[in-house]
């Protein structure tokens, strides 16, 4: 709670930070290595630096973690350019895609929209917690129609990592 108005601080994304961390290491570092080889053997030009200079951007644009952050009511997930934010307490839907990376999508009845990687949930219990309290109370308001059997997975998947977390703290191989 906050001294001045009483209301429950933000959770955020614990890991985001690390995570930032990493999609500038790898987006700087593949044009500098890739700078260096031009360099060394000779063929270094103009356009083959703004090639590679280019291809990290693009890395970095790709890389670059959303950052997913919640409040009673409200999860916020931020990309480099938007902001997505969607009512939890009355959500429509909770949706699992499954592709190249594993995406959870939450729909509320407004019709606003969050994609975020069921990772991020996981690796945060606190996160975790406050989306399970409002999705609880969007199933007793009767307003999620879809979504039981993702839910399922979700909780197979947080359950799957806080055991092999009390495994890794307790020594257990």
């Not at 951007?57 to 009511?73: E, K, N």
Request: charged letters at 20%; hydrophobic letters at 45%.
């Amino acid at each position: 709670m906050t001294p001045t108005t009483g209301q429950p601080l933000p959770v955020s994304d614990t890991r985001w930070a690390d995570d930032a961390r990493a999609a500038v290491t790898v987006a700087a570092s593949f044009p500098v290595l890739l700078l260096g080889v031009d360099g060394t053997s000779g063929a270094l030009s103009g356009p083959r630096a703004a090639l590679w200079t280019g291809l990290g951007l693009i890395l970095f644009v790709m890389l670059w973690p959303t950052r997913v952050s919640a409040r009673p009511g409200l999860l916020t997930a931020r990309g480099l350019l938007r902001r997505h934010t969607v009512h939890t307490d009355r959500l429509r839907s909770v949706a699992w895609h499954d592709g190249v990376a594993q995406r959870l999508i939450l729909r509320d009845l407004d019709g606003n929209q969050v994609e975020i990687d069921p990772r991020v949930l996981a690796a945060n219990p606190p996160l975790w917690h406050l989306l399970d309290q409002d999705i609880r109370t969007s199933l007793s308001r009767g307003t999620m129609r879809e979504g039981r059997r993702p839910l399922q997975r979700l909780s197979r998947l947080i359950d799957a990592e806080t055991a092999r977390t009390v495994f890794r703290v307790s020594g257990m191989p």
